[in-house]
């Protein structure tokens, strides 16, 4: 009788471990939340207004990448990588030297990629290929790199609404500058 009772206990305890761990884990969780919900707030007031706060978007940024590493499974963790990204990227054409340029769009390829690779069902993965291409084309001005990006994308979505326009742009208007962009339209309206 007294090895049933031990027994008995015995599984108790596990499971009231088991449940403390389960519990602490929320915790965490929900202490994570709470750090990054009110900076994701600000950011987002921020860039509504196109006001560029590295600081704050920078701290939205780590939280961000912190919280998808830690749990991956949740549902946010997408959401709040794929708002890094963004922020990465204006963070990027904001920039005032080189080397924060460089630094901020290869942050926003990496959370890009990371995104289509670990949540390929995101509803806005689509987004991640198309921004890729942009950092590439726009900030970075790695027009080869950037085709790579947007021909991937029109072969991934050929009915998607911008496919047409980007097939046009890859094709006409990728890597030219805007003097040379605003040549062509001037010759173009000549010939009408």
Known sequence: MKKYFYLLLLIVLLGACNSNKESSTFGAKEKERTKIVPVEHLVDSLYKNKVIDVFHMSEFVTLAKQFAENYPEDEMAPHYLFKAGVL???????????????????????????????????????????NRGVVYDNILHDYRSAEIEFRDYIHKYPNDANTEWLIEYVDKHLGKTPDELASEIIVDSGKN
């Open 88 to 130: 990465s990227m204006a963070m990027a054409e904001a920039a005032n030297n080189k080397t924060e340029i460089v630094r901020f769009a290869q942050d926003a390829i990496h959370v890009f990629n990371n995104i289509q690779k670990v949540y390929p069902d995101f509803e806005n993965v689509k987004l991640c290929m198309y």
